[in-house]
């Protein structure tokens, strides 16, 4: 069965570094999402991509953070200047659809980020 | 602002009953619901997805029926096991967006022997 998954499943930094989390879609799905889980709290979106564009993003991606497709496979999420509070689970996530259409999103195992 | 809320927050049945886990969202102009399940430390797995126009899907044991009108859908779990112990995730993508979800905090399901 199709899945998404992300690489890497853990990465401790320094406050200050720039990390990249990496994450390849299942390969039919067009859209393409970052969410985030810090412990004990909600998921929350960050970001939705579609046709090499954000199509939505959230307060909290600020301009420390982007989304990149650099090929045919590889969805990314770069952070420029870590802080202490983007310590998370980073989910990436990917559907077929999206709008009104939008069917099942489908979820990675999630990367864990901790900012030293 | 889209709210979602689950309640309970936390619930422990012995095996072999049968569950109801309830959502609630605010705003009531949706694309659709999505329930998930949640292990410790791990991703999220898609259990059902609910289009607006449908009123309930059915996997297995998992039944999820989605009210629009009230904000409400429910997820129902027949003769539980201990290997459904997780934390059950409902969102909704709100009508108007491009597929953003909005999650509830959950319910942690624990099912013992």
């Known amino acids: 069965e199709p899945e998404v998954t992300q690489t890497p499943s853990h990465q401790v930094t320094q406050m200050g570094q720039e990390v990249i989390l990496r994450c390849v879609p299942i390969s039919n799905h067009l859209y393409f999402y970052w969410y985030r889980q810090i412990l004990g709290q909600k998921v929350e979106f960050l970001v939705s991509?579609?046709?090499?564009?954000?199509?939505?993003k959230s307060e909290i991606f600020d301009d420390q953070f982007s989304v990149e497709r650099p090929d045919g496979s590889n969805f990314t999420l770069k952070i420029r200047s870590t802080k202490l509070e983007d310590s998370a689970m980073y989910f990436c996530?990917?559907?077929?659809?999206?709008?009104?259409?939008?069917?099942?999103?489908?979820f990675g195992e999630g990367s864990r980020l901790t900012v030293l | 602002k889209q709210e979602v809320t689950q309640i309970p927050a936390a619930l422990s049945v012995p095996e072999g009953e049968n569950l109801v886990l309830n959502c609630s969202f605010t705003d009531s102009a949706i694309y659709n619901l999505q329930w998930f399940r949640q292990d410790p430390g791990k991703g999220l797995t898609s259990l059902l997805l609910i289009q607006s126009s449908q009123r309930e899907q059915t996997s297995g044991r998992l039944n999820a029926s989605l009210d629009k009108s009230s904000g409400r859908s429910t997820l129902y779990i027949a003769a539980s096991q201990p290997g459904d112990s997780a934390t059950y995730l409902c969102a909704v993508i709100r009508a108007g967006t491009a597929s953003k979800l909005t999650f509830g905090t959950g319910t942690r399901l624990q099912v013992t022997l």
């Open positions: 991509f579609y046709n090499n564009e954000i199509s939505e």
């Open positions: 996530a990917s559907s077929r659809a999206g709008g009104l259409n939008t069917g099942e999103l489908f």
